[in-house]
């Protein structure tokens, strides 16, 4: 199938920076749009940022101007850069990639298993 792997999180003070990588593997025929949200303690999961694969972005209104999402499509790899951290940007981070496999040519959702952030202020 497809895997999602997750990597860069870690603890920052407030006003740092951090670089999240989510590189994708499997049977993968393409990879549409590709994604970042978050989940703090006690919170429902939340959009950060999404990329097509035409390179359009969303971003939540929370983090637009200090989060950036990029993408390589030969390396099935998404980043987000996310600088002037804040303590409420403490969360568990997931990738997610909208894959059309190999063996059906079908649209599947995919997540990665995740990577804390945390802000201290």
């Known amino acids: 199938q497809v895997h999602l792997v997750e990597s860069g999180g870690g603890l920052v003070q407030a006003g740092g920076s951090l670089r999240l990588s989510c590189a994708a593997s499997?049977?993968?025929?393409?990879?549409?749009?590709m994604g970042w949200y978050r989940q703090a303690p006690g919170k429902q999961r939340e959009l950060v940022a999404t990329?097509?694969?035409?390179?359009?972005?969303n971003y939540a209104d929370s983090v637009t101007g200090r989060f950036t999402i990029s993408r390589d499509t030969a390396k099935n790899t998404v980043y987000l850069q996310m600088n002037s951290l804040k303590p409420e940007d403490t969360a568990v981070y997931y990738c997610?990639?909208?894959?059309?496999?190999?063996?059906?040519?079908?649209?599947?959702?995919?997540w990665g298993q995740g990577t804390q952030v945390t802000v201290s202020s």
């Open positions: 997610k990639a909208r894959v059309v496999l190999y063996s059906d040519r079908r649209l599947y959702n995919y």
């Open positions: 499997g049977s993968i025929l393409t990879i549409n749009t």
């Open positions: 990329i097509t694969s035409g390179g359009s972005t």
